[in-house]
């Protein structure tokens, strides 16, 4: 069972990141207690014992204010046309562990900054936070996979349908929502069911919101000790899905771990695919990066 801490973090850096956002604030939780914790998760390379509830918020937000005011006026680049943009839950997922801290500090906090809006990803739809209209300064990444495999490395998150749902709901709350393709697993069948995910996303998302939504695209990387640790619990299944080491190769990740991805090759040759199949169905939606 993951333990909750309660602590102030003493770890008050803004990272440059480029990708999701512009910048990664500063932990308001480090650790997640959702069901992918146990399969691909990066965050659990490093912490896997405890959800660290960091107290200092305010320390928090003081320090992303001065970095705020550090920036010049912002050139639009793929993480957004007009704001600086800070990624306020790469280490945890914001929905889930809603009830943890005081998220509605940090929201009102984006919202009222002229400069900056807040985003993260998830996979779970909370409907308490459609009590609050963040007039746009808040992005919400749904993060989709298909449904099948879904269940088999996220269980117990929210159904893929109830978070494609989730984008015409949250878009109407005041919210902006952009699509988290992550991780993209290749498997047999993948290209036919990510089919079924465009088609479904086609249908269900009304007409008028499909030019506002882009999505972000990351194939899986998964990490040897974490492998180990999974098939130790007995989940051979997932691990069936994610570790393939005659596809995969070793990297140094972003920030310095260990990590393997799909071989340079291969995975150019995924993209390829998915790239085009993406095109044909979901020609509406524009990537704003995939690697
Ligand atoms: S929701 Fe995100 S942070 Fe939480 S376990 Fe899953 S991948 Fe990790």
Redesign the pocket.
Known sequence: MVQILKRNTKTLHIRPNGRSADFITPNFIYG?A?G??NSY?Y??RHNYKYIYVNENIDQILTLINNHIETLPTKITNQTDDKYWTYDIGC???VC?HWKHTDWLKVFNFFKGNPYAKATFAT?YVNHKLLDFNPKSKVRIRFSLIPQNISSIL?PRTSSIIDRIRAINTFIEAGYEVHLNFSPIVAYERWLEEYEALFQSLNTHIKESYKPLIKAECIFLTHNSHQHERNILSNRHESESLIWKPDLQEDKVSEYGGSAVRYRSGVKKNFIQRWVALHDKIITWNTIRYIF
């Open positions: 997640c959702s992918c914790r998760c965050v659990m280490s945890t997922d889930l996979k996220e």
